[in-house]
């Protein structure tokens, strides 16, 4: 993989930049940050698409490393994921499946945020466009307060999207036409406003596309851009990544040095890091490649590695 060129002192140089790279041959453990330190870390949060998996598939290093981690005890491991498409048991399964050794309680999903949301607002009628497993999971869920799921545009208080792999006409049809009813109709063609005011909207996140072996497929940000584009529509809240609540759990169980996110987008995996203080590890197996790195204004990622077990090597 050719990330820049070497100087004549041996350390790594990328065009355009000041800053010098540390080249251990093969591929890029890059280090930027001298701050750094790994014998500090207690606590990584692995995204998942990207750092862990690709698509279906584990990232066979990576994986190796988090189970020899979690086996010996080194490491305590939190999977951050914005990808609503699955339940949060469906992840569990999904990582199981990797022989990852994993508790309930390490997944972190904006379904979670999505959940707690709707019990802070006292929402009780609720149309969400997931697949039909997510709107199962978030039923049984809310079960306890009584929260209804479906289009009912006389009652619904809250239009929520999720990362729907099963995404249909009629679903983005239904969304539109709850937003137009509640927030003014339409005098051209006689639809009526209906009494209840305009309905709140929220996503659960903001990804534009999400990585597959295929290359990008469509997330949660492009359908936003389309509701937008039609009517106006734009949400209230955007959960998940880069939103630092999602790391709550983790950050009330260890120091800030002592946690480190780990992903692959710079957008959101970083940007949670950021804006929760915390240490990002930048892995170059999914999405952010060596020529983002360089165009990348903002600060540099703690550490850079192709997969994430080189991290041990930085
Ligand atoms: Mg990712």
Not at 69 to 87: A, H, I, M, Q
Not at 132 to 144: C, G, I, N, Q, T
Not at 200 to 224: K, Q, R
Request: some cysteine.
């Amino acid at each position: 993989m050719k990330c820049g060129r070497r100087g004549s002192d041996g350390r790594f140089f990328v065009p355009g930049r000041r800053r010098h790279f540390t080249w251990r041959g093969g591929c890029a453990i890059i280090r930027v940050m001298k701050k750094f330190d790994i014998s500090r870390k207690k606590a990584f949060v692995c995204d998942l698409d990207g750092t862990l998996f690709m698509g279906p598939n584990p990232i066979r290093p990576a994986v190796d490393f988090v189970i020899e981690s979690t086996n010996s005890g080194r490491f305590c491991f939190f999977y951050l994921t914005n990808n609503t498409s699955k339940t949060p048991a469906e992840y569990m399964k999904k990582i199981a499946g990797a022989k990852i050794p994993v508790e309930p309680d390490q997944i972190l999903t904006p379904l979670i945020t999505l959940e707690e949301y709707i019990r802070e607002e006292g929402y009780r009628s609720v149309y969400l466009v997931a697949s039909a497993a997510v709107v199962k999971h978030m039923d049984e869920r809310l079960r306890d307060v009584g929260v209804s799921f479906g289009f009912d545009p006389a009652r619904n208080e809250l239009a929520a999207l999720a990362y729907d792999k099963e995404l249909t006409y009629d679903k983005l049809q239904k969304l539109t036409t709850l937003w137009n009813m509640r927030n003014g109709g339409n005098a051209a063609t006689g639809l009526k406003t209906v009494e209840g005011g305009p309905i709140d909207f929220v996503a659960t996140h903001p990804d534009n596309c999400c990585p597959s072996e295929a290359g990008p497929i469509p997330d949660v940000g492009g359908m936003l851009k389309l509701l937008e584009t039609t009517n106006g529509m734009k949400p209230s809240h955007v959960f998940g990544k880069p939103s630092p609540s999602l790391l709550q759990p983790v950050l009330l169980q260890f120091a800030k040095d002592e946690i480190a996110v780990v992903g692959d987008r710079l957008y959101t995996d970083k940007a949670i890091a950021d804006n929760a203080g915390v240490d990002f590890v930048c892995v170059l197996s999914g999405e952010t490649t060596p020529a983002d790195l360089e165009r990348y204004e903002g600060t540099p990622p703690a550490i850079v590695v192709e997969t994430f077990d080189k991290v041990m090597e930085g």
